[in-house]
């Protein structure tokens, strides 16, 4: 059993998601946390019972927060809030993520500035321990005012409401009543498009591993050379994930029989940009990264609903607004279309007799009669092109909603679908190259790669067979492509 999360609304981390998300980590509340909840929420009900005029809690939403409430309306304002806005369409998030969303909503009302009762998170706190996950649709979000929608769903069966209600009333969890202001705090925040974006981030690192493991071997297997890696060239041109790159090709590259055996006879000055260059272009691809989960390392412990509470003061505010995400999101799939684009340049080595040094064509065992890997690179640039069409980015489309409140909104749901599609094509193109270049190793045989190269080949034939006649490669491929989201061929460890 993974160890328990304890949620204090400070310091969630990546790691503390994907655990909750993919590992079904239990989940619990810091002490700290409900004092603070505790606190804020007599704030909210001392300002109302002031008549002190506070959105969503006496007043309507949105353009309509110039109708006042009365205080006998209290508990239909927030249920109908809820019910108006479980409008989401489209397909479900898959489980990880709405356990995200989960794990993220309850840390962040945890942190004190909401005005909600302990009860609140509390229960989202149990349904994450009672594996309850509401349905909870993908599509509807602009992350402006938050992801209304997907939040108000997930809401929806807090209050028993809809099939995900009863599902709740099955595992003997108690529905909640909203009381003022708890229905605003509850779907005023980044948290689906941040659910999603931090389990991007940490497939995205594994893949970015991944792909030197997949580049070596290509290099390995077209007989290249690893100068271009020595920490000299890095060190006069100090990015630090590029220098992290060349290191990473060096460990993988060492003690290479392959290398030793074409050492003095190579009449090639230079290799082309494909595989001299990995560690500049995959070191940009890192930078990317990295700016990536700095922006969503905060977010996951930041106020993102409205208004907020600050000791006895209720101030509106805009910390819903979900372009900080947004733009990590469409940062990250620029990024793996890069990494994706690089890597199909290589399998084209690996395949092309005209550049290929002296490999089979297409790596077949009999070309002619056979084709070998020919298809594979053909979906491999299918993928790279539709990689280039996602990457356009979404942060930038903004279309005003709610009678022109809402003008400016950063589209965070759409970019988080498009980088999650980018990464699965970018999984999927660096398997086609693991394949193809253990396939090229086979016919170097009995030369040995460097030693972390062939820890890569020993990986890829536990999954896979050596090609030795053409057959469908359907299968491989997706096993391969599964076994790098699951850290199978990082060369450092998921």
Not at 59 to 66: C, P, R, V
Not at 243 to 264: C, V
Not at 342 to 368: C, K, Q, T
Not at 464 to 487: C, K, Q
Request: hydrophobic share 45%.
């Amino acid at each position: 059993m993974p160890a328990t999360i304890t949620l204090d609304g400070h310091s969630l981390s990546i790691a503390d998601v994907v655990a909750v998300a993919r590992h079904g980590a239990p989940v619990a509340i810091a002490p700290q946390g409900l004092a603070a909840l505790a606190a804020s929420r007599r704030a909210v009900e001392t300002a109302a019972a002031r008549g002190d005029v506070i959105y969503g809690v006496n007043t309507g939403f949105g353009k309509l927060a110039h109708v006042r409430i009365k205080p006998e309306q209290t508990r239909d304002l927030q249920r109908n809030l809820i019910r108006s806005h479980a409008s989401g369409v489209g397909d479900p998030l898959p489980v990880d993520v709405v356990r995200a969303m989960m794990v993220l909503r309850a840390n962040v009302l945890i942190r004190g500035t909401s005005g909600v009762r302990p009860a609140l998170p509390q229960l989202i706190v149990e349904m994450l321990n009672a594996q309850v996950h509401p349905r909870v649709p993908s599509q509807g979000s602009v992350g402006a005012s938050g992801d209304l929608a997907p939040l108000a769903h997930l809401a929806l069966a807090m209050i028993g409401e809809g099939d995900d209600g009863a599902v709740l009333r099955s595992r003997r969890l108690q529905p909640i009543t909203l009381e003022a202001k708890e229905g605003l705090a509850f779907v005023n925040g980044t948290q689906a498009q941040t659910g999603l974006a931090a389990l991007l981030v940490r497939d995205a690192w594994v893949l970015w591993r991944t792909a030197h493991a997949a580049a070596a071997m290509s290099l390995e297997a077209v007989r290249g050379t690893p100068v271009p890696f020595d920490p000299r060239i890095h060190d006069a041109r100090p990015h630090p994930s590029q220098q992290r790159s060349a290191a990473l090709l060096r460990q993988l590259l060492a003690d290479s029989e392959i290398r030793e055996s074409h050492r003095e006879n190579d009449p090639r000055v230079q290799d082309a940009y494909s595989l001299r260059c990995t560690p500049q272009v995959l070191g940009a691809v890192g930078e990317a990264l990295a700016f990536a989960e700095r922006l969503v390392a905060t977010e996951l412990n930041a106020a993102t609903d409205n208004p907020l509470v600050f000791g006895d003061d209720v101030l509106s505010g805009g910390n819903f607004h979900g372009q900080p995400i947004a733009l990590a999101l469409d940062v990250i799939g620029i990024a793996l279309a890069t990494l994706a684009g690089l890597a199909e340049r290589r399998i084209d080595r690996l395949v092309n007799p005209d550049l290929s040094s002296g490999l089979p064509a297409f790596l077949a065992r009999d070309p002619g009669i056979e084709s070998g890997f020919m298809t594979p690179q053909i979906a491999a640039a299918a993928l790279v092109a539709e990689c280039r069409v996602l990457a356009t980015p979404a942060s930038v489309q903004s279309v005003p909603t709610e009678g022109n409140q809402e003008d400016i909104v950063p589209m965070g749901m759409t970019a988080a679908w498009k980088g999650g599609r980018i990464l699965a094509n970018a999984e999927r193109i660096v398997a086609v190259e693991l394949l193809a270049g253990a396939q090229g190793l086979e016919f170097l045989k009995p030369l040995a790669p460097g030693r972390g190269v062939a820890r890569t080949f020993e990986a890829v034939r536990a999954v896979v067979p050596a090609l030795d006649g053409d057959r469908p490669f359907t299968a491989d491929i997706e096993r391969v492509a599964a076994g790098i989201r699951e850290g199978q061929f990082d060369p450092e460890g998921a």
